[in-house]
């Protein structure tokens, strides 16, 4: 089991940039395919990122390719989301998530979850 705390996140105007922590607990963090997830209020859950447990295959959603960035440090069992250029849209409760197996955009495939941290982005 793995249990996960966010950080990083806060109030940012538009074009501005943020770096989201996910600090990892349990031995076998590098084991995880770790995803991060944003949800705006009355809005479902959406895929932003994920990374492969080695660091090798990273993937986005469209929405933030080539201003996100997902990365991670298995010695800190620690993952990042870089966030450049960030838009108003960008607005959410963050959420990074970990999975075993192969990596995935759908929420429901992952297995645990961190609290969440706010971004507002302010226009």
């Known amino acids: 089991q793995v249990q996960m705390v966010e950080s990083g996140g806060g109030l940012v105007q538009a074009g501005g940039s943020l770096r989201l922590s996910c600090a990892a607990s349990?031995?076998?963090?590098?084991?995880?395919?770790m995803g991060w997830f944003r949800q705006a209020p009355g809005k479902e859950r959406q895929f932003v990122a994920s990374i492969t447990w080695s660091g090798g295959r990273t993937y986005y959603a469209d929405s933030v390719k080539g201003r996100f960035t997902i990365s991670r440090d298995n010695v800190k069992n620690t993952v990042y989301l870089q966030m450049n250029n960030l838009k108003p849209e960008d607005t959410a409760a963050y959420y990074c998530?970990?999975?075993?197996?192969?990596?995935?955009?759908?929420?429901?495939?992952?297995?645990?979850w961190g609290q969440g941290t706010q971004v507002t982005v302010s226009s």
């Open positions: 998530a970990a999975k075993y197996g192969l990596g995935s955009s759908d929420p429901y495939r992952y297995n645990y």
């Open positions: 349990g031995r076998t963090f590098s084991s995880y395919v």
